[in-house]
């Protein structure tokens, strides 16, 4: 079902063609045998008039020929057996006697050829009779088997054949190069469309036949929508990104001030409240965020890796020196990789949040990262409970996949050697 | 009991057997069974041969005449036949024509009948004259010359000729008939020797000795290989060959369908028509010399000769041959 349509094409019409030049075959086979067995059967014929034309009439007998002459010109003609039989209706006068003698079926017809096995052998008979006077009659029946005729039709069959596989191969080409032909527009379509960016809806201007014509003003309407909706997704991304950050933020920031210098009788509530804040600003600015990456193409650019992870490091300083978590930091390999900045960045800052929150005070997270063979390596160990005990990670994981995917890599998390959980996120630039 | 048995069983025998003329038989092994019309010594050397190539063989060698080897083939009597080989051109092909010989191929330097009859050997036909009472037949180069000569109406064969009667003779009755059939001439010439005075004989052996002894002049259409052998001895007998052609009689083999052995036989006409050549007289081989003394017209392997095997055309044939003595034939 999935079969290209230049295939589907190419052997349906090669399917037509082979019973066409089938048809042709067996046709030119058929005119061949009736034309060679008309050749025989005049020659036949001629053999047997000249008989008839022999026989007289002395002293009230009939007498005729059997011309020598005339049977050698059948013998030059092929090499075939003869059977021949005169008779005047009464006695056989010459000739064999045990002849399959088959009468025309319309009465009074003169001539007749048919064909008959006679000592074991498919033989071709003529019958010719010639009346004498009244109801008297001489009937000459004369035959010859069919060697050369069967060899001479499968000679020409033969050649027909190789005509037939000639004109084959060259109609087949032919078809296979018409086809290119009239698929190149669908082609031309299929190319343009795969050198496109994801996110590039503009219209086609590829010049198609009137055929297609309707297909592309479809396709080009269709990618028209789609390109409206995805850059009004984008507007609201965007402008949800930038009406509700800086709010939520600054609420989850008030909410903290207020927790610091509540009464004693709030201070449990408002330390709940801005907890609750902290966490709707983290889930947020999470969720925005893998808006904005599902909604974007990567931009990929050459980047140091060990910049880029530092400068994420930095947004997380704070934290850890809140709640005197050393973060260390290794990196391995040179030179500058093709990576998506921002996606990585944000992929970062998922997993690194979550090793904070889940490591003790006074605990360490390990960050290293590696460049080799074209990977880059980013491996994060914390001193938290591990799997087992780890929180929902929810929309940080989903955007560490996407990311992951974005750079054909990939992300696994491990037990870490001495406890803790290990992340390895590995891209390829 | 058990010799009476024995007596019985080889009395039998030889009441089945007494249309053989000759047998022959060579080696030991599976038999293969040869019913021919050549004459042993002419071929014993190649029989030989063959043998010794073939040494799991028993070549049953059978020499019979070639109306009788016909009529048993027809009939059936002949099961045992692995190969019919016979100078009787017209009751060969008539044999092939009727649907009894197997075909196969073997490699051979005269295109068979339908991959079924085998030319193996020819035998050129020759007249004969007596070089002491004729000797100006010696001058004359072709049979149309010779017709002038006759026609003169001078008694020039005073002993007259001989030829063969083709009421008898089946060999002079093909020959014959050929003769008429290639030649235009064929009824003035020997409607012409009949006015000379025409001797008609059963056999080759009688014109040889006649014109040999001096009591005919002439013969015509006979086998060269009789005649050579005797040039030495009849010092008056001479070879004529007309100029204008020389017919030549294929000696033609055919394998029966129900032939035991055909493997064998056709390992035989291979031979025969292969290595075997050289062992037969130089006359007598299929690859024909290029200075030959006349055009040469083998009698053609074709059904065309069966016809004269017809009632019909043989009574048509002998009676016009009949009224070459009544002088009605022109």
């Known amino acids: ?429 | 009991m058990r010799a009476i048995v024995a007596g019985l069983t080889l009395l039998f025998s030889s009441i089945a057997l007494a249309w053989i003329e000759e047998e022959r038989v060579l080696g030991q092994g599976t038999t293969l069974t040869v019913y021919a019309t050549y004459d042993v010594p002419a071929v014993l050397p190649l029989l030989e041969a063959f043998s010794n190539a073939n040494p799991d063989l028993k070549l049953i060698y059978r020499v019979a005449s070639s109306q009788d080897l016909y009529d048993r083939v027809l009939r059936g009597e002949l099961p045992d036949a692995d190969l019919v080989f016979s100078s009787a051109v017209a009751l060969q092909v008539d044999s092939v024509n009727r649907g009894l010989a197997q075909r196969f191929s073997v490699p051979a330097p005269q295109a068979p009948w339908r991959a079924q009859l085998y030319t193996l050997s020819v035998e050129p036909i020759v007249s004969i004259y007596n070089r002491k009472k004729a000797p100006w037949i010696g001058q004359i180069t072709d049979r149309n010359q010779m017709t002038a000569q006759l026609q003169s109406g001078l008694r020039i064969l005073p002993d007259g000729a001989m030829t063969y009667d083709p009421s008898v003779s089946g060999v002079g009755y093909q020959l014959l008939t050929q003769d008429a059939e290639q030649s235009g001439s064929f009824w003035t010439f020997y409607g012409e020797l009949e006015k000379q005075k025409l001797e008609l004989a059963c056999c080759t052996s009688d014109m040889i000795n006649a014109v040999a002894s001096g009591r005919r002049d002439l013969a015509t259409n006979l086998l060269q290989s009789y005649v050579l052998p005797l040039l030495d001895q009849y010092e008056d007998l001479a070879i004529k060959i007309w100029t204008d052609y020389q017919l030549v009689l294929p000696r033609t083999a055919w394998i029966p369908k129900t032939a035991p052995n055909s493997a064998g036989a056709q390992e035989f006409v291979s031979f025969f028509i292969g290595e075997g050549q050289v062992l037969l007289p130089q006359n007598n081989r299929l690859e024909r010399p290029t200075n030959l003394a006349a055009p040469q017209k083998p009698i053609r392997l074709t059904p065309s000769q069966t016809l004269y095997l017809d009632r019909v055309k043989r009574d048509q044939f002998l009676h016009r041959w009949n009224q070459l003595s009544t002088g009605e034939v022109q």
């Not at chain 1, 297609?212 to 009004?232: P, Y």
């Not at chain 1, 996606?343 to 960050?367: F, K, M, S």
């Open chain 1, 1 to 429: 079902m999935n079969s290209s349509l230049r295939a589907r094409l190419f052997t349906r019409t090669l399917v037509m063609l082979a019973i066409t030049l089938a048809v042709v075959f067996s046709g030119t086979q058929l005119i061949a045998r009736n034309s060679l067995q008309k050749a025989q059967d005049n020659a036949l014929q001629a053999v047997a008039q000249v008989i008839a034309d022999s026989v007289t009439r002395e002293n009230g007998q009939l007498t005729f020929d059997l011309p020598f002459e005339a049977f050698e010109v059948l013998a030059y003609q092929s090499q075939e057996a003869l059977a021949y039989q005169v008779s005047d209706g009464e006695r056989i006068l010459a000739g064999a006697e045990d002849l399959p003698l088959i009468l025309p079926r319309v009465p009074g017809q003169l001539t007749h050829a048919y064909t008959q096995v006679f000592n074991s052998e498919a033989m071709r008979f003529f019958y010719l009779n010639k009346p004498i006077r009244g109801t008297q009659s001489i009937a000459i029946v004369i035959g010859q088997t069919q060697t050369g005729l069967v060899r001479e039709v499968n000679g020409l069959a033969l050649q027909a054949a190789a005509f037939c596989l000639v004109a084959f191969l060259l109609v087949s080409g032919l078809l296979y190069g018409v086809l290119n032909l009239a698929l190149r527009p669908l082609r031309s379509i299929e190319k343009a469309l795969a050198k496109r960016a994801d996110d590039d809806f503009s219209k086609l201007d590829t010049q198609v036949p009137k055929e297609i014509s309707t297909l592309l003003a479809e396709l080009n309407r269709v990618m028209g929508t789609h390109e409206k909706l995805l850059e009004q997704s984008r507007r609201f991304i965007a402008e949800a990104t930038h009406q509700l950050r800086t709010p939520i933020a600054a609420l989850a920031a008030r909410a903290d001030l207020i927790a610091r210098n509540a009464p004693s009788e709030f201070a449990e509530d408002a330390t709940e409240l801005a907890g609750q804040a902290r966490e709707t600003s983290r889930l947020s600015h999470q969720l925005l965020t893998q808006a904005t990456l599902s909604y974007r193409t990567p931009e990929k650019k050459p980047c140091d890796p060990r910049e880029l992870i530092q400068q994420t490091l930095r947004r997380f300083d704070f934290i850890a020196e809140q709640r005197d978590i050393e973060i260390h930091f290794q990196h391995t390999g040179e030179g500058t990789f093709l990576l998506d900045p921002l996606g990585v960045r944000e992929a970062l800052a998922c997993l690194l949040e979550n090793a904070l929150q889940v490591t003790p005070t006074l605990g360490d997270v390990w960050i290293s990262s590696r460049c080799e063979l074209g990977c880059l390596t980013i491996k994060i160990l914390d001193q938290g409970p591990g799997f087992s005990d780890m929180p929902n990670q929810g929309l940080g994981l989903s955007i560490v996949k996407q990311v992951a995917d974005n750079h054909d890599g990939a992300v696994t998390f491990n037990h870490g050697p001495q406890g803790g959980a290990e992340c390895e996120l590995l891209l390829r630039g």
